[in-house]
């Protein structure tokens, strides 16, 4: 079945709901990914979320078609970047905006332009920061791995737990205040505070909101708060291209943060290039997503939990649960699947499901049961994630 044919059959949910389920399931097992296939890689169901490691989310039809469109010209880059900047800050609202290689290299960029500024030297020099302002202040217990990409700067990154222990940290060579928005519910500072000691200072504060979305009034709220720099990712929420991000916030630091980017050759973020399809696909991700009716995604994705909970009736000591997570998850429609697991562990169901055909990622916890995320699902996927669900446990927890 070619692409086109599947995206066809996948938007026809009535056909999946009159086929008998073994049938359906074996024909959409066909039809999945099949230029994965030719390279000997399975393509899979993505009942887990928006992993990089499983490649995310998948791009919107209209930002492929922009990327599609983009693929056949040229066009001078810098005339580009600069455009695509302006029109997204026109959409949302917010001062400045540039297109990044995902939200990590926003990151990395957000941190290069508060320790650069728009000086060219400073710019050719870094990571090399001697002399230069080279502390980052980050609040210790939202410390995580994308902070990898703030430390490719060069800089140190100065631990505080509280409000108290930020103002005392900062000194002469304070570059940025660092806040990361989804690991604000760990700890003591919040972030109306972190925001005011950085005003206070005279400090830039930059926010990682990489997957604050949805809600989609995140892409204008949280930079005016007041955060002078805010990245979220292209590739999670938004639907963009895979490898693309956004920055936004001041103009003089977006200007900063461009000019350490590429197509600049001897610049740090020469290493981390977007081209013009993975721009315009952005910009067109961006349009879409802000015009989108995001009640009735949250509606179609409680349906496709709702519909899987249905399958798993009956099966003995399964319980299901349809939820929206709390702090430090994301605001949609999640299931959670428990059972008696003396029998079955949960990790050897998601084991079964993802080895079996086709593939299909959950989450999987001892302590949490098994949680299935709802929205990088395609309309007819659930009833294939139901029935595969139902036969394992079935298989495992009957008789
Ligand atoms: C996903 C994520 C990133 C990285 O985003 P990319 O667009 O994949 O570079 C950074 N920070 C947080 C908190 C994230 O969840």
């Given at each position: 079945?070619?692409?086109?044919?599947?995206?066809?059959?996948l938007a026809a949910p009535l056909v999946g709901a009159v086929l008998p389920r073994?049938?359906?399931?074996?024909?959409?097992?066909?039809?999945?990914?099949?230029?994965?296939?030719?390279?000997?890689?399975?393509?899979?169901?993505?009942?887990?979320?928006?992993?990089?490691?499983?490649?995310?989310?998948?791009?919107?039809?209209?930002?492929?078609?922009?990327?599609?469109?983009?693929?056949?010209?040229?066009?001078?880059?810098?005339?580009?970047?600069?455009?695509?900047?302006?029109?997204?800050?026109?959409?949302?609202?917010?001062?400045?905006?540039?297109?990044?290689?995902?939200?990590?290299?926003?990151?990395?960029?957000?941190?290069?332009?508060?320790?650069?500024?728009?000086?060219?030297?400073?710019?050719?020099?870094?990571?090399?920061?001697?002399?230069?302002?080279?502390?980052?202040?980050?609040?210790?217990?939202?410390?995580?791995?994308?902070?990898?990409?703030?430390?490719?700067?060069?800089?140190?990154?100065?631990?505080?737990?509280?409000?108290?222990?930020?103002?005392?940290?900062?000194?002469?060579?304070?570059?940025?205040?660092?806040?990361?928005?989804?690991?604000?519910?760990?700890?003591?500072?919040?972030?109306?505070?972190?925001?005011?000691?950085?005003?206070?200072?005279?400090?830039?504060?930059?926010?990682?909101?990489?997957?604050?979305?949805?809600?989609?009034?995140?892409?204008?709220?949280?930079?005016r708060e007041g955060f002078d720099l805010v990245t979220f990712s292209g590739g999670?929420?938004?639907?963009?291209?895979?490898?693309?991000?956004?920055?936004?916030?001041?103009?003089?630091?977006?200007?900063?943060?461009?000019?350490?980017?590429?197509?600049?050759?001897?610049?740090?973020?020469?290493?981390?290039?977007?081209?013009?399809?993975?721009?315009?696909?952005?910009?067109?991700?961006?349009?879409?997503?802000?015009?989108?009716?995001?009640?009735?995604?949250?509606?179609?994705?409680?349906?496709?939990?709702?519909?899987?909970?249905?399958?798993?009736?009956?099966?003995?000591?399964?319980?299901?649960?349809?939820?929206?997570?709390?702090?430090?998850?994301?605001?949609?429609?999640?299931?959670?699947?428990?059972?008696?697991?003396?029998?079955?562990?949960?990790?050897?169901?998601?084991?079964?499901?993802?080895?079996?055909?086709?593939?299909?990622?959950?989450?999987?916890?001892?302590?949490?049961?098994?949680?299935?995320?709802?929205?990088?699902?395609?309309?007819?996927?659930?009833?294939?994630?139901?029935?595969?669900?139902?036969?394992?446990?079935?298989?495992?927890?009957?008789?």
């Amino acid at each position: 079945m070619s692409p086109a044919t599947r995206r066809k059959f996948l938007a026809a949910p009535l056909v999946g709901a009159v086929l008998p389920r073994k049938v359906y399931a074996a024909q959409l097992a066909a039809a999945h990914g099949e230029v994965y296939r030719q390279l000997g890689v399975r393509p899979l169901i993505n009942a887990a979320g928006t992993y990089t490691t499983l490649t995310g989310s998948v791009i919107h039809p209209r930002a492929r078609q922009a990327m599609e469109e983009a693929s056949r010209s040229f066009v001078p880059l810098l005339d580009l970047q600069r455009a695509a900047g302006e029109r997204i800050a026109r959409l949302l609202g917010v001062e400045s905006a540039m297109v990044t290689a995902g939200a990590a290299c926003g990151i990395m960029l957000a941190t290069a332009a508060c320790v650069t500024g728009k000086d060219p030297e400073k710019i050719r020099r870094i990571p090399d920061i001697r002399g230069l302002k080279n502390e980052v202040i980050v609040p210790k217990y939202q410390r995580n791995g994308f902070d990898h990409a703030a430390r490719n700067v060069g800089v140190r990154l100065v631990e505080a737990e509280t409000a108290e222990e930020v103002r005392r940290a900062i000194n002469g060579n304070t570059a940025m205040l660092y806040w990361t928005h989804i690991f604000e519910y760990k700890g003591k500072i919040a972030r109306r505070e972190f925001l005011e000691i950085g005003k206070q200072a005279g400090i830039p504060v930059f926010n990682d909101a990489a997957a604050e979305l949805p809600p989609a009034e995140n892409l204008s709220r949280i930079v005016r708060e007041g955060f002078d720099l805010v990245t979220f990712s292209g590739g999670k929420g938004l639907r963009g291209p895979q490898s693309s991000g956004l920055l936004l916030g001041r103009k003089d630091l977006i200007e900063a943060a461009s000019l350490n980017n590429n197509p600049h050759g001897d610049a740090i973020g020469r290493v981390a290039k977007v081209g013009k399809e993975e721009i315009l696909g952005l910009v067109a991700a961006v349009e879409v997503y802000i015009q989108r009716d995001h009640d009735a995604d949250q509606k179609l994705w409680r349906g496709f939990m709702e519909s899987i909970s249905r399958d798993l009736k009956g099966v003995p000591t399964v319980r299901t649960e349809v939820y929206i997570p709390g702090p430090g998850g994301h605001p949609v429609p999640y299931l959670r699947v428990q059972w008696d697991t003396s029998r079955f562990s949960y990790e050897a169901c998601a084991r079964q499901l993802r080895e079996g055909e086709p593939s299909i990622e959950v989450n999987a916890s001892a302590q949490e049961g098994l949680s299935l995320a709802s929205y990088n699902l395609f309309p007819g996927e659930e009833r294939i994630v139901g029935w595969r669900l139902a036969g394992i446990l079935k298989g495992a927890l009957q008789a």
